[in-house]
């Protein structure tokens, strides 16, 4: 479990970590999340009111490395999508912002069958900052001077505005952690994993 790099990403700083090993033990599985709502009888309008059911499935990872040094570490996510089995070699990227204690895993490369799984979701949740409620509370208040003063229209331009930039923004902070991180698997392609 090794500090690899320190990205500065905007004002954040992440700290790439990575662990290679051998997987000792593998197991996947599925679950489904069933939710309902509505039914029941309208007595205002006399009718049936429908029913919407809806689920969610997602796939489960866990599995188990050692390292060449005898050190274990043990690896859970949910619908990454991974290939792997018992015996082969991987290496399991993760970044931390710098000060925090947990972070978010990234990247998962196998050596062995060469191929390589990346967390978009997590590697932009770590680059971007939320979006502040005070653009939320601008939006509104620009709903609000539409509908009343007719002047919302400039919040709404002003706030769109503001989008395009930070969205800009954004594309810029992922693709420097993206460089960073493509550089640390680079590495631990070429790196010999016995």
Same mark, same amino acid.
């Given at each position: !479990?090794?500090? /690899?790099? +320190?990205?500065? #990403? %905007? ?11 051998? #997987? !000792? ?16 009888? =309208? #007595? ?9 059911? +809806? ?10 490395? @050692? ?5 274990? !570490?043990? *690896? ?37 069958? =060469?191929?390589?799984?990346? !967390?978009?979701?997590? /590697? ?10 005070? *653009? ?8 609000? %001077? ?5 002047? %919302? ?7 769109? /505005?503001?989008?395009? /930039?930070? @969205?800009?923004? =954004? ?20 790196? @010999? #994993?016995?």
């Amino acid at each position: !479990m090794a500090l /690899i790099q +320190s990205v500065t #990403v %905007g004002d954040r700083i992440i700290d790439l970590h990575q662990f290679s090993g051998e #997987v !000792m033990e593998e197991k996947k599985w599925a679950t489904t999340q069933v939710t309902s709502a509505g039914g029941g009888y =309208n #007595v205002n309008t006399g009718q049936n009111n429908p029913v919407t059911i +809806s689920s969610i499935n997602r796939t489960h990872d866990q599995f188990f490395l @050692k390292s060449d040094t005898g050190q274990e !570490m043990a *690896v859970e996510l949910t619908d990454a999508g991974l290939a792997l089995r018992k015996g082969h070699r991987v290496t399991v990227f993760w970044g931390i912002i710098h000060g925090q204690a947990n972070g978010k895993y990234v990247a998962i490369y196998n050596h062995t069958t =060469n191929s390589l799984t990346k !967390m978009d979701d997590a /590697i932009n949740g770590l680059a971007m900052k939320p979006a502040s409620g005070l *653009v939320s509370l601008a939006f509104i208040a620009s709903i609000f %001077g539409i509908c009343l003063y007719g002047l %919302g229209f400039i919040g709404l331009v002003v706030l769109y /505005i503001f989008w395009r /930039i930070r @969205k800009q923004r =954004n594309l810029e902070l992922v693709a420097i952690l993206q460089a960073a991180l493509d550089g640390a698997i680079a590495e631990a392609k070429a790196a @010999k #994993v016995a």
